[in-house]
């Protein structure tokens, strides 16, 4: 498999990297939340989902050139004969900030291309063209930038994912916590802003970024089981797995037997 990634070079809080992933192998995959959203160009083959918790109106969203996958919550599972895809991973908050959408409306879910760009086939064109990898990743990202949607409740959200960030980290330290007085807001605020630029509650979102971290510190070459949990802040082992096993449909000690060199990306 090939793999190549580019970092924006401005940081705005939307965009984490642009990547492409080239496969000639059979091969199905397990991906686990990852607390991003994904726009997602497929170039090459047709790839079949083969379970979802849901897909929108159609079956499966890879039968189309291009995607938004919402916040996941439960893990996804595919399988190829070859894959050929570009992939946008996004903030949460990009997807109102980019295409005006409420996050909670695609939360589980995905919105079709069609629906994003009217300039779908210049993407397209783009994409499949002989271009090398930086080039493209580049002129996709300017186009997506200059589809921000600027207003005060973007830089409120973009504030708040920063924040949130900091709660979970605050979290680890076995500090109680109370998100809306964190916040400033009223709890209706709270549940409301989350909702539409977070895509799910915010009590939900720090769960789902706790284990995030946990599954990425599962892939250090060292500690053991209990002390990855202790160190994301959960209670004890017992609260450390029921929790994982929420959001990965395995246990920690299952994952990392199982874990590939792309954290929550697994073959199966």
């Not at 990202?141 to 207003?151: D, F, K, S």
């Not at 096993?245 to 000690?253: I, L, S, V, W, Y």
């Amino acid at each position: 498999m090939n793999h190549e990634c580019y970092i924006p070079e401005k940081p705005n809080g939307l965009i984490k990297m642009i990547w492409e992933q080239v496969c000639d192998d059979p091969m199905h995959w397990k991906i686990l939340p990852s607390g991003m959203v994904e726009l997602i160009f497929r170039v090459g083959p047709t790839i079949q989902m083969e379970k979802a918790r849901k897909l929108g109106p159609e079956n499966n969203p890879m039968q189309n050139f291009c995607f938004l996958s919402g916040l996941h919550t439960k893990p996804l599972y595919m399988s190829f004969e070859k894959f050929h895809v570009v992939g946008v991973q996004m903030y949460p908050v990009a997807v109102k900030a980019l295409f005006g959408l409420p996050a909670n409306e695609i939360r589980d879910g995905a919105a079709e291309g069609d629906m994003l760009f009217d300039e779908l086939n210049r993407v397209e064109d783009l994409l499949k063209s002989a271009a090398p990898f930086p080039y493209k990743a580049r002129r996709l990202e300017h186009l997506l930038l200059r589809r921000i949607h600027e207003n005060n409740e973007l830089y409120v959200a973009m504030k708040l994912s920063r924040l949130a960030q900091g709660l979970v980290r605050q979290k680890t330290l076995g500090e109680s916590i109370d998100i809306a007085t964190c916040l400033g807001y009223s709890r209706t605020q709270t549940f409301r802003i989350f909702n539409d630029w977070f895509g799910w509650s915010a009590g939900h979102c720090l769960q789902l970024f706790q284990f995030v971290n946990s599954t990425h510190r599962l892939h250090l070459p060292f500690g053991r089981l209990v002390d990855v949990g202790m160190q994301e802040g959960y209670f004890d082992q017992p609260h450390f797995i029921r929790a994982f096993k929420d959001f990965a449909e395995m246990t920690p000690g299952e994952y990392r037997g199982k874990m590939t060199g792309l954290p929550g990306q697994l073959s199966y």
